[in-house]
């Protein structure tokens, strides 16, 4: 049984990182439906959502100089201020756009604002992801790492949820018109709000209790990232290959269908609208469970599981999109993100064992985070190009199934993994020179992709 410390950390993880994904899907959202229209008018429709989406990559470019900066100061001054710091930024960035000018009123100074504060907005989540994981992971049962550190990536459904739940509320209550004229900005505007809840939840938890030991120790690291990049750089390569397929499936499930059913298919927006809602909803549940079924039997298989039922269902996908159903696209919609829990539940755990206590918000950090500009960035921008290039959904769904045969590669060259809980047996550290690896500064010893218990890997 978690103790009330570590549901309340679980809990301020999963609050604050369904606030910030929330804030970075309603950008991704407005982008299909909206910012296409209003900041590029000057352009035809399939140009215009190009350049909205491109501004929607701006925040992913970003998104590893915020887990440079933000992982530095994490293995340097702690989780939780950081933490804090990340909320701020995106929930300003995020009002912010709410009150933005649109081109016909300040004209080219409109998509550039727009660029700066989804710039903003992508520092804000680099930080955000490795301390809400980390914070998970560092005050729970090692037993349990795979469902703790699942909780923060229940944010993303539920940020995902509340997004496209506010935004269909607002286009189904307004006319065209209104919607484009200000109800598209109430979402963006509501963020101020619920990271005033968000601020409040954080800055009642504590510090890690593993970052705790290493500043007791005096084993932080100095300059983390170059650390991590000399001693962990099988595992940094791991992360980012294990993401970008996670990542380019993910954003077309829920980014590119609404460019795809609103334009080549010509249905309502609150068609995709609510059928991504519906798969999100599914992703609440299975999310954790798929965490904690990698306790059981590893990281890697459930992992692995996701990634063959994604390369699989996506040949499936379009064509029950093209049917014109709701309840089909609804099931595509379903089965596509049950897939991608599979995979998203076990990843936190899987990247953050991958790197010892002083080194590992920095090196899962960046593990993550550039994965995305070669995964998430590009995926709604290679999508529209391959259909207009190729004049079907064939060629997207095999760039889908290319990305995720580069998450299997990921996955087959992940090293043992750090999981702080020395048991007999454990293998020797990757570099013994390290303090970090050693487990005699920190606590850190060479584990399993799945938790140890001083039984042997469960990943073999």
Not at 381 to 407: E, K, M, N, P, Q
């Amino acid at each position: 049984m978690a103790s009330s410390q570590t549901r309340r950390v679980i809990m301020a993880g999963l609050v604050g990182t369904s606030l910030e994904w929330y804030d970075f899907f309603l950008y991704g959202s407005a982008a299909a439906l909206v910012f296409n229209k209003l900041f590029f008018p000057t352009f035809e429709p399939l140009t215009g959502t190009l350049l909205a989406f491109l501004t929607y990559a701006i925040g992913f470019v970003a998104r590893p100089l915020g887990g440079i900066v933000f992982g530095h100061f994490g293995d340097r001054a702690g989780r939780k201020n950081v933490l804090v710091v990340t909320l701020l930024l995106m929930g300003v960035a995020t009002f912010l756009i709410g009150l933005l000018p649109g081109y016909a009123t300040i004209g080219v100074a409109a998509p550039l604002l727009l660029v700066t504060l989804r710039f903003v907005q992508g520092l804000g989540l680099g930080g955000e992801w490795g301390g809400a994981v980390l914070m998970s992971i560092e005050h729970g049962d090692p037993r349990r790492r795979g469902f703790n550190a699942s909780w923060p990536q229940v944010g993303v459904p539920a940020g995902n949820l509340l997004a496209a739940a506010v935004l269909g509320i607002m286009s189904a209550a307004l006319p065209e018109e209104a919607f484009l004229s200000w109800g598209w900005r109430v979402p963006f505007l509501l963020s101020g709000a619920l990271v005033v809840v968000g601020l409040w939840i954080r800055l009642r938890i504590v510090e890690s209790p593993l970052f705790a030991q290493v500043e007791r120790a005096g084993a932080k690291a100095r300059m983390p990232l170059l650390e991590v990049l000399r001693t962990h750089p099988r595992a940094l390569v791991s992360a980012g290959l294990a993401r970008i397929g996670v990542d380019v499936a993910f954003y077309i499930f829920v980014t590119y269908i609404l460019a795809y059913v609103t334009g080549p298919l010509g249905l309502e927006r609150g068609v995709a609208l609510n059928a991504v809602l519906i798969g999100s909803a599914f992703q609440l549940f299975l999310i954790p469970l798929f965490g904690a079924l990698s306790d059981r039997v590893g990281r890697r298989r459930v992992y692995l599981a996701g990634v063959i039922g994604a390369a699989v269902w996506v040949f499936t996908f379009f064509p029950l999109l093209d049917t014109g159903s709701f309840p089909l696209i609804a099931l595509a919609s379903i089965v596509a993100l049950a897939c991608h829990a599979a995979m998203y539940g076990p990843q936190a755990a899987f990247i953050a064992e991958l790197f010892s206590t002083r080194l590992r918000y920095s090196g899962a950090s960046m593990g993550y985070q550039v994965a995305g500009i070669f995964g998430g960035a590009l995926a709604p921008i290679v999508a529209l190009w391959l259909f207009d290039r190729f004049g079907g959904t064939l060629a997207v769904s095999l760039y889908v199934v290319a990305a995720l045969a580069v998450t299997a590669a990921g996955l087959a060259l992940a090293p043992r993994t750090h999981d702080d809980t020395p048991g007999p047996g454990d293998a020797p550290a990757e570099n013994p020179g390290d303090p970090g690896n050693s487990g005699d500064l920190d606590g850190t010893r060479d584990g399993d992709l799945g938790t140890r218990t001083g039984t042997a890997s469960r990943d073999a």
